[in-house]
């Protein structure tokens, strides 16, 4: 089963590669100012947080192949990855799928990829796919530092060069940096809820694999064993 997943982490980050170098080549060919049009195009949360998790994926592939659970490490950084992408699946489709778009430059299947598969991927392998460690609930806030970080640098980036990547992120709508402000505390409120509801699933005892035993408590068992010999023998 871990094997099959290691297959379908290698499949999923593909397809995210692919629609990622799609939607870039289709834009790529269009803009005029190319220098600008790179750093916009990866200013997109959407962009970054689909890239993360196609490297994410990447890893989870070698681990799934070579080792019989997840390090540490990698789960935390996986759990990272699966709460961006639960993200960018509900505020895409609540706030952003309705609002017209040039659709000359947006390429519907990469799209639909980045928006909705591959987040939706991502969190069914998290439920699913054996090798899932425990994720302490104080790591809450790491998940939280790259939206907010994303958040500080699209905000002041924004207001050097006029350009945000996301309507609700822009003060020239109506109710100006107040509307922003509700916009950034209520996605905020979500990343941490969501960052919640993935560190919970990480606690739940399937599908985990047991957990490997610490070098002290070889140390321990085999301390035990030695003093029962030495007993018998007495």
Do not use: K
């Amino acid at each position: 089963m871990r094997r099959l997943f290691g297959v379908l982490r290698v499949l999923a980050a593909a397809a995210i590669i692919v629609a990622i170098v799609g939607q870039f080549a289709q834009s790529w060919s269009m803009v005029p100012d190319r220098v600008a049009f790179v750093v916009n195009f990866f200013s997109f949360f959407t962009i970054l947080s689909n890239a993360v998790a196609a490297i994410v994926l990447l890893v989870g592939a070698w681990y799934a192949f070579t080792r019989s659970a997840d390090t540490y490490s990698y789960n935390l950084v996986r759990a990272c990855a699966v709460t961006y992408m639960a993200t960018t699946l509900v505020v895409y489709n609540l706030l952003l799928r309705e609002i017209s778009l040039d659709q000359a430059t947006t390429v519907p299947w990469s799209n639909e990829i980045l928006h909705l598969w591959a987040p939706l991927y991502l969190v069914v392998d998290w439920v699913l796919a054996p090798g899932r460690r425990h994720v302490e609930w104080r790591r809450l806030w790491t998940i939280a530092i790259f939206p907010i970080a994303w958040v500080i640098y699209s905000m002041i980036r924004g207001a050097l060069i006029g350009w945000y990547p996301y309507p609700f992120l822009n003060p020239a709508q109506p109710a100006g940096y107040g509307a922003v402000a509700v916009y950034v505390i209520a996605i905020a409120s979500f990343i941490l809820l969501v960052g919640a509801g993935i560190i919970a699933l990480s606690r739940t005892p399937w599908p985990h694999e047991p957990e490997e035993p610490t070098p002290s408590a070889h140390v321990s068992v085999s301390g035990e064993r030695d003093e029962r010999e030495g007993a018998v023998r007495a």
